[in-house]
């Protein structure tokens, strides 16, 4: 438990360092330079063989997929690798990209694909796990401005609703975390799953009440 | 979804018209709900609140480099074409079809290759003959026949025993010939050991040999 909790505030204070704020403000800065018309004018570059121009795409939404891949997976161990196949895939595919919707929803439901892909085969041979808990950031130190218990506390709680998230079937926690931590509305994550916008409410919400119950039980809620 | 919970829902996210706030309030009597609410809104803020795993600083860098290069180079397109592995996906129907194809094909080959072949060896095979001879005390043996115009000086048979038996072998296409020998180049003689005779118009036989088309390949006159 502690183990995850010092892992856990690495990352918070990483993201505090290489970003100059928190995850959540990043995400929110990369959502509003988001401009359909922008994007299209990128596209059209990598299209055409500058392959530099794809790295706007990237750095705009590299948070957002790294954090929904780990998030999907429960570790950070195999996010990176997953998230940057991703956008390789994305990018392969960009011919296919008709501008419907975000480039983000595109990269996200890639993303996710993936992430199902990973979740399968854990599931068939589950001792693989075992190599993505060893956790190498263990020293890192926590934010100035926190103190090491406060730092412990946060992380403790984190890694209890990461452990409550993993325990949802993946069609919830694909809609939880979308909603709830990146932030999409409905519509978006209609698109993304490739369903209504209603049924995404209701993913979002029967998840929700899932993982209520389960933190309910771990006395994470009082 | 309850109408409790489709209110609660519209309130998580801030999207309650007035009326409809005032009906939730109404649903919040309720010990259960007002239970649900709170611990609702708890995790909603556990999960907003939580903090993003944030990519290392050469994420972006390492996505370029995974990059192919886009530029049009169509020698490496056909070899991509050529060589890129492709899922192929079956069903009964195309089974068939192939399969009738592949059977065409061989029987169209069968008959081609059963005619081909045999016309060109038609052409090419000889057949080797050994005409001979006995013919005690004589100098010279000469053989004279259809295959050669009938020149008497051309194929010379030689006594390979030193006892008066002449012997040469030719190679012959298939056909019907005719031929004689000739002894010390005045004598005319008929072979008496051929397979068969016709007239010669002068009052002699010619003997004939019949070349079979490859069965035989070689022969003793």
């Keep these: 438990m502690v183990v995850e909790a010092l892992r856990c505030n690495s990352m918070a204070s990483r993201a505090s360092k290489e970003q100059g704020s928190t995850g959540c403000q990043v995400l929110i800065d990369a959502r509003r330079e988001s401009d359909p018309v922008d994007e299209r004018a990128i596209i059209a570059r990598c299209l055409a063989g500058e392959r530099r121009a794809y790295s706007v795409l990237v750095e705009r939404y590299k948070v957002l997929v790294h954090d929904l891949v780990s998030r999907m997976l429960g570790d950070t161990s195999d996010a990176e690798d997953i998230a940057q196949d991703a956008f390789v895939k994305a990018y392969l595919s960009l011919r296919d990209f008709r501008g419907e919707s975000r480039f983000s929803t595109w990269v996200c439901r890639i993303a996710l694909n993936r992430c199902k892909d990973v979740l399968r085969k854990r599931r068939r041979a589950p001792w693989t796990r075992l190599r993505h808990e060893e956790g190498p950031d263990v020293a890192e130190v926590p934010d100035d401005q926190e103190t090491v218990v406060d730092s412990l506390e946060r992380c403790e709680r984190e890694a209890r609703l990461q452990r409550a998230l993993a325990r949802l079937p993946v069609k919830y926690r694909e809609a939880v975390v979308l909603r709830h931590i990146e932030g999409m509305d409905f519509h978006e994550i209609g698109r993304v799953l490739a369903i209504a916008a209603g049924a995404a409410k209701v993913r979002a919400f029967r998840g929700r009440e899932m993982l209520r119950r389960i933190l309910e039980r771990d006395g994470a809620l009082r | ?221």
Excluded: C
């Design chain 2, 1 to 221: 979804m309850t109408r409790f919970e489709e209110l609660l829902e519209g309130k998580v996210a801030g999207e309650l018209s007035p009326d409809e706030n005032q009906e939730f309030s109404a649903l919040l009597v309720v010990a259960e709900n007002r239970r649900a609410f709170a611990t609702h809104q708890q995790t909603v803020a556990l999960l907003a609140g939580v903090e993003r795993y944030v990519p290392s600083s050469s994420f972006t860098e390492e996505v370029l480099a995974r990059l192919p290069d886009r530029r049009s180079r169509p020698l490496r397109n056909v070899w991509d074409l050529l060589w890129a592995t492709r899922v192929m996906r079956w069903n009964v129907a195309t089974a068939l079809a192939l399969s009738l194809v592949l059977v065409v094909t061989a029987l169209t080959w069968k008959a081609l290759s059963g005619r081909t072949p045999v016309g060109s060896e038609r052409h090419s095979i000889v057949t080797l003959f050994r005409f001979s001879l006995d013919a005690p005390g004589a100098q010279q043996v000469s053989l004279a026949g259809d295959f050669n115009g009938w020149r008497t000086d051309e194929i010379l048979l030689a006594d390979v025993t030193g006892r008066g038996h002449f012997a040469v072998t030719l190679s012959l296409k298939p056909g019907r010939y005719a031929y004689m020998f000739v002894v010390d180049g005045a004598t005319w003689m008929t072979d008496p050991r051929a397979e068969a005779y016709r007239d010669d118009g002068f009052g002699n036989k010619n003997a004939l040999v019949n070349v079979e088309v490859p069965t035989v390949a070689d022969g003793d006159t």
